[in-house]
């Protein structure tokens, strides 16, 4: 079996940060956008938005380095969880529990080399560059698909 998903997008507002006695948590909305030509030739676009939970180390780095806008690739993978709401009712919610979160924009990334985040998955502004690069390629290709 598997359970992967994979995004890129952009914040839809900053990253919220609590302390729970497992770790450091952030959470954050992520809007990804689908564009197609409809029937007529009309190019339609929806937004999706999916909510991302961000534990640890790497829950510190989008904490201090994320903000509203910021354009991120997000690895990992889907969980449902119950909790009560503040009537009593017993509510659901699915969200993406990242392993990977890389910050795609470059002031992001510059800032983030400089200050040494640590991170094992990247190798200074030039892995940033390319891996922005190689994303934007995938999404302009994605946009020439004829479904």
């Known amino acids: 079996m598997l359970n992967k998903i994979t995004l890129i997008g952009r914040l839809g507002r900053d990253p919220e940060t609590r302390m729970t006695p497992a770790g450091t948590v952030v959470n954050f909305s992520l809007a990804t956008d689908e564009t197609w030509l409809d029937s007529q030739g009309q190019k339609q676009t929806r937004t999706e938005w999916h909510r991302i939970v961000v534990w640890g180390k790497q829950a510190e780095l989008c904490a201090k ?46 800032t983030q080399t400089q200050q040494g985040s640590g991170l094992p998955h990247l190798r200074g502004a030039e892995s940033f560059a390319a891996t922005e690069q190689q994303a934007l390629t995938a999404l302009e290709q994605m946009d020439d698909l004829p479904f």
Do not use: I, M, P, W
Not at 69 to 93: H, M
């Open 65 to 110: 380095f994320l903000a509203k806008g910021r354009l991120v690739f997000v690895e990992g993978s889907l969980q449902t969880r119950k909790y009560q709401d503040n009537q009593g009712q017993e509510r659901s919610v699915t969200e993406v529990k990242a392993q990977r979160v890389l910050f795609l924009d470059r002031a992001a990334a510059q």
